[in-house]
């Protein structure tokens, strides 16, 4: 049994980079897994995210596929209770805090528990903030509710902090996937300065220097998922350095 809580804390007090690929599992096809996973493999991936606000698979066979072909923590990144599978790891139990729609605050978490008490999964307990990127996201419209402001950042802040305060394991801030604008190192950096749980980044990392602001302002966790779907050539700019050719 893995203890993927306790292996981000380590990694998070040893300042190892942890990154979390996103998959989803409508955009990803089951034939392509494995060269996909060997990808992940050879790259400085940590984790791997399965899951999105709008999918529709059967998603057990795809973590399987995905689970043949790699060692690392796979975890759900669940939209709805629809994609709780028995074959992840764990899961990010996520509260939408920076909305107020009840559904998404208690209600889906009580409709998940009769499924997940039949699974093994870790159950991590995440507040989940959506901030404004510019344009409407998907997790906006199945939510209904409204992103934060970018420039409100001691809202952000507090409402982060409260998260914790109610007992929350990690605080993932998402700008939404494919945002235009990952988030801002300033919010990042307030944001972490007053937690003591790991701080999870995701929405609109597309390049190394985005990964390395995110890291700098002190993202525990960064998370790409669209980046890696368009161009799966990314993967060369963040291979491990044993899989790096040197030139001589
Ligand atoms: C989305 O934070 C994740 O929920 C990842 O976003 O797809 O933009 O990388 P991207």
């Known amino acids: 049994m893995k203890n993927l809580y306790k292996d981000i804390i380590i990694n998070s007090q040893i300042a190892k980079t942890q990154l979390a690929v996103l998959i989803d599992p409508d955009k990803m096809e089951i034939k392509n897994i494995s060269s996909f996973i060997g990808k992940v493999n050879r790259s400085i991936a940590t984790h791997i995210f399965v899951g999105g606000s709008e999918v529709d698979t059967n998603i057990d066979e795809q973590i399987l596929e995905i689970k043949s072909h790699t ?3 796979v975890i759900l990144f669940p939209g709805d209770t629809n994609q709780i599978s ?10 939408l805090i920076s909305g107020r729609n009840p559904d998404y605050l208690i209600g889906k978490h009580v409709e998940a528990v009769p499924k997940l008490s039949t699974t093994n999964l870790e159950i991590l307990p995440t507040g989940y903030l959506l901030v404004e990127n510019g344009k409407k996201t998907s997790v906006e419209k199945v939510s209904k509710t ?10 952000i802040r507090d409402t982060a902090k409260a998260g914790e305060l109610l007992g929350m394991k990690l605080i993932y801030l998402e700008a939404g996937s494919g945002a235009i ?3 801002d190192s300033d919010i990042i950096s307030k944001v972490k300065g007053s937690l003591n749980i790991p701080l999870i980044i995701g929405g609109g990392i597309k390049t190394k220097q ?6 700098g302002a002190g993202a525990d966790i960064v998370v790409v998922g669209t980046a890696f779907e368009k161009d799966e050539s990314f993967f060369e700019d963040l291979l491990k350095p044993e899989f790096k050719i040197t030139a001589n």
């Open 181 to 183: 604008q990952p988030i």
């Open 210 to 215: 985005d990964l390395n602001n995110a890291y």
């Open 86 to 95: 028995p074959e992840a790891d764990g899961i990010l139990f996520l509260s």
């Open 71 to 73: 060692k690392l923590p």
């Open 146 to 155: 409204t992103p934060m402001l970018r420039a409100d950042i001691d809202l």
